[in-house]
């Protein structure tokens, strides 16, 4: 299997082994000077190699935001992590390791080719956000059951296989049974598999393949079930009405209620309650549905913020680039006439010309930039303001049901008290069922004691009451909180900084052109 690496120095991922791996792997010539004098940022590499670096560790690879292409393979890497952040690699070779377990690549949901090839891994496993996997290479591994293959036919773009020199490529009739399973695949351990033998291999394994679809279509349905249910629980959960559609709340209120378990066995109860799990539920319906429509008012609302906010950012860019494109013409005439100058002081005048030129862009830019920022501050208020007037629209009428709500369970109770009493009375005439339970016996002792236990179930109820609605409350206020101060921070305070950063870069940069500008100077040196 894996190579052994007992005598070899493991080494660490750290900045110099990545900025030398970029740097070979970069432009040469004139264009890789200057890449490796103004420093190449890690964000824009595409393609990375860091193989044969005895690297242990797969670590600090975070700022490859861009990687397409990454090379690991003949390394001493044991453990497959550090990914999670390049979610736009579509290769990756991490072959020649000693890896024993399939993981840490859930991220990695553009992957199309993924080689694995001479490690210690046993189970093909946790592949299943790579859905665009067409190459898959698990050759000289340790894979031993069968079933593994059934695992991949999850991957329907699946083209390519190497799986040998495994133990199971030892089954009776391996490659056979891998193409009737398998019949996306065209090639096989590096070699076609052509229709024929696919054919050959289908009607071999015809029952068991049937069944097998028949197995696959049921547990695409459940999965499918699951998470259009995980769905919905998402979406109600973002409407702050989860489970009020149905006997949730009626059931935690007897949840952490004995006593009321207890009195529930009394004479007429039963009737009572049928009545109140309605009565309640039925509370809880409304309030759902109400909490269902808010929610829609209030995503469109935030959609249309965004909307408001893009465009105001797409349409200020505009302007500006279209200000920095007139700029750039007017520069590139001004340079030509520099270069076929030869009087010191026509320089001089042309130089202050084109200094004006860069002061009239910075005006021009900042002008544009503090009129984005009015107009984000004034779309971000009226934003602010509507939200909240939806949000205190959708508690009123959350505190309006939900008072409903506890006056059922005053009715209740009332009927409770009452059936209690009527309960004791026949108790003390020796007129009760005989097959009572005797945790209901216990209470019905004296008037006090039976009382307090339908006073105490009672109070138990109005706190689930008051639960639910404090969650509700403090979820959509702390959910209104935190969107508003990303907003402020990241529209209004960062994006701001981020801008007047970027426009005095530019200035700054487009003021060193003609500092470095081969033109005529002066005795001093001046233009």
């Known amino acids: ?109 553009k992957l199309e080719d993924l080689t694995l090839y001479n490690n ?34 999850k991957f329907p773009k699946l083209k390519t296989l190497n799986i040998s020199n495994n133990p199971v490529c ?3 009739n391996f490659k056979q049974y891998v193409a009737a399973f398998l019949p996306n695949l065209d090639f096989l351990d590096y070699r076609l598999l052509d229709e024929q033998t696919k054919a050959a291999a289908y009607e071999k394994h015809q029952t068991q393949v049937e069944e097998q679809i028949d197995k ?27 489970y009020l559609n149905t006997d949730k709340l009626y059931r935690d209120m007897y949840a952490d209620d004995p006593e009321g378990v207890k009195l529930n066995y009394m004479p007429g109860v039963d009737e009572m309650l049928v009545v109140f799990k309605e009565r309640i539920q039925s509370v809880c319906q409304q309030l759902f549905d109400f909490g269902l429509q808010e929610y829609e008012k209030r995503k469109a609302e935030v959609d249309m913020f965004w909307e408001c906010v893009n465009e105001a950012k797409d349409e200020n860019k505009e302007m500006g680039m279209k200000a920095i494109e007139n700029f750039m013409a007017e520069k590139k005439q001004v340079f030509i006439e520099l270069q076929h100058m030869t009087d010191v002081k026509m320089v001089e005048s042309k130089v202050q010309e084109y200094n004006n030129l860069v002061t009239g862009l910075w005006d021009k ?50 009927k409770m008290l009452e059936c209690a009493s009527s309960t004791l009375e026949k108790a003390a005439k020796n007129e009760l069922d005989e097959d009572m339970p005797d945790d209901l016996k216990m209470l019905l ?77 002066d005795d001093e040196g001046n233009f």
Do not use: C
């Open 1 to 109: 299997m894996s190579r052994l690496y007992d005598t070899v120095e493991p080494s660490v991922i750290d900045e110099e082994m990545l900025q030398k791996a970029v740097e070979e792997q970069g432009p040469k010539d004139e264009a890789g000077k200057i890449a490796k004098k103004e420093g190449i940022n890690f964000a824009d590499v595409l393609s990375l190699r860091l193989d044969f670096k005895n690297i242990l560790k797969i670590d600090n690879l975070w700022e490859f935001t861009s990687l397409t292409k990454l090379q690991l393979d003949n390394n001493i890497i044991e453990k497959i992590e550090g990914f999670d952040v390049l979610v736009n690699l579509i290769w990756l070779d991490l072959s020649f390791n000693n890896i024993e377990v399939i993981e840490g690549l859930s991220s990695l949901t």
């Open 120 to 153: 210690r891994i046993s189970k093909i496993e946790n592949l299943d956000s790579l859905t665009q996997l067409h190459v898959f290479s698990i050759g000289n591994n340790e894979i031993k059951d069968i079933k593994d293959i059934l695992y991949l036919r």
């Open 170 to 172: 030892k089954e009776e």
């Open 216 to 242: 696959d279509n049921k547990a695409r349905l459940a999965a499918e079930e699951q998470d259009k249910r995980e769905k919905e629980i998402q979406l109600h959960k973002e409407a702050y009405v989860e």
């Open 365 to 414: 830019l900042m002008g544009l930039e503090l009129q984005l920022v009015d107009q984000l501050e004034e779309v971000i208020k009226d934003f602010e303001r509507n939200m909240q007037d939806l949000v205190s629209v959708f508690l009123e009428n959350v505190q309006a049901y939900l008072t409903q709500a506890r006056e059922h369970e005053n009715a209740h109770n009332e």
């Open 445 to 521: 002792v004296d008037k006090d004691t039976v009382q307090n236990a339908v006073t105490t179930s009672h109070d138990v109820h109005l706190l689930k009451i008051d639960n639910k609605e404090d969650d509700i409350v403090t979820r959509i206020n702390n959910w209104l909180k935190g969107m508003m101060d990303t907003i402020h921070q990241e529209e209004e305070i960062q994006r701001n900084r981020t801008r007047v950063t970027e426009i005095n870069h530019l200035i700054d940069h487009l003021r060193e052109e003609i500092d470095s500008l081969d033109i005529v100077q």
